[in-house]
């Protein structure tokens, strides 16, 4: 029996939102490859402790190793021996499994490909999936697979603008998938979780931004109901005191199954989340109005796109929250974010993102 050809997704701890198994799912599902999924516990240089935070820690301790081998687009630093290891092990993979392209998910793990490459002298067509709706500023060796899969024209000209070819990236939207919930679906849903018929506001927040949202929305009565998920359980009862404050305490639900995220989010009438470009596409495919906050950095660039083009109100403080809320509640504004969010998604798929990869990378296309 001849073997499927291999797709071989290289990604890392900092990866978004499930970004390679949903792409890897979705490659699968097309039946003409089989697909391995490597992270840098795999393939990386640093050794790997155990628990969240270790492996926080060691994804930071070798961050900062390839950002030095990285280093003034040299692709040289220090730490020549891990450096070694680590392009070893990527090109032993390669080696392994013969695919037929390597997709990468994050900068981290495209720069590590591209430096493995360069330093072993293999052959692999890559494709670099890029998880933001703003190209980020990333080191030089993002910018070397043969193929860009992008969420919208204006990475696209950037990418261009930096001397890649435009036949060579693709805007694909983000791989994330979600239903469009009608509102009949949304009441139906409802009444399945326990919600009251009033507006539901669903929090995706972490630390004391959990708390202070939650305290916020359950101090405005019973005029909305609010779901707040939490998967840290330290914070459980810091909110579990919020709700217990609220004038209705069934007005408030406290989410801490992983599993039960997207139904509570789909069933919601109002998204407030951190930035999370999962999350937020999601929103936007399901017909979900999204206040976002908070990530810093390059996320801030990110935020201030979305909030430009009218895709999602942006709280630059937690009190934000609550006066966005109602202006999402009283307007006509809130079918009109719905509208941008479906309408830039609705073309895009896993689906169609696993067809184009097959077309534009099988065989000896590319």
Do not use: W
Not at 69 to 94: D, E, S, T
Not at 335 to 350: D, I, P
Request: aromatic letters at 8%; one cysteine or more.
């Amino acid at each position: 029996m001849k073997r499927k050809p291999v797709v071989l997704i290289l990604t890392s701890t900092d990866e978004r939102g499930g970004a390679a198994e949903n792409l890897a799912a979705a490659i699968r599902a097309d039946g003409i490859h089989n697909v391995v999924v490597l992270d840098e516990r795999k393939y990386g240089a640093a050794p790997f402790l155990p628990g969240k935070r270790g492996r926080e820690i060691s994804f930071l301790l070798e961050k900062r190793r390839l950002d030095a081998a990285l280093a003034a687009a040299g692709l040289r630093g220090k730490r020549k021996g891990r450096a070694r290891g680590r392009n070893r092990r990527i090109a032993n993979a390669v080696k392994r499994y013969a695919p037929e392209y390597v997709l990468t998910v994050t900068p981290y793990a495209q720069a590590a490909f591209s430096e493995a490459k360069r330093k072993r002298g293999f052959e692999a067509k890559s494709v670099h999936c890029v998880i933001s709706f703003v190209l980020p500023s990333v080191n030089v060796a993002a910018y070397a697979a043969d193929v860009y899969l992008v969420e919208n024209a204006e990475m696209k000209e950037a990418l261009a603008a930096k001397g890649i070819p435009s036949g060579h990236i693709a805007v694909t939207g983000l791989p994330f998938d979600a239903d469009e919930v009608t509102p009949i679906e949304r009441e139906a849903g409802k009444q399945e979780l326990g919600l009251p018929r009033t507006p539901t506001v669903f929090v995706n927040a972490e630390g004391r931004d959990a708390e202070e949202i939650l305290g916020l929305v359950v101090d405005q009565g019973d005029i909305v109901n609010v779901a707040c998920f939490a998967d840290d359980v330290s914070l459980l009862g810091a909110l579990r005191k919020r709700a217990d404050e609220a004038e209705t305490r069934s007005n408030v639900v406290i989410v801490t199954r992983k599993d039960m995220f997207d139904d509570y989010l789909k069933m919601s009438d109002i998204v407030v989340t951190r930035y999370e470009p999962s999350v937020i596409y999601r929103c936007f495919k399901a017909g979900k109005p999204v206040i976002a906050f908070g990530g810093g950095g390059a996320a801030e660039r990110d935020l201030a796109y979305l909030d430009a083009h009218k895709l999602v109100m942006r709280a630059r403080s937690d009190i934000d929250v609550v006066a966005l809320i109602y202006k999402f509640m009283q307007t006509d504004t809130a079918s009109e974010y719905v509208e941008n969010g479906l309408g830039r998604t609705r073309m895009f798929s896993l689906g169609n993102t696993a067809g184009f990869l097959e077309t534009r990378m099988g065989g000896d296309n590319g």
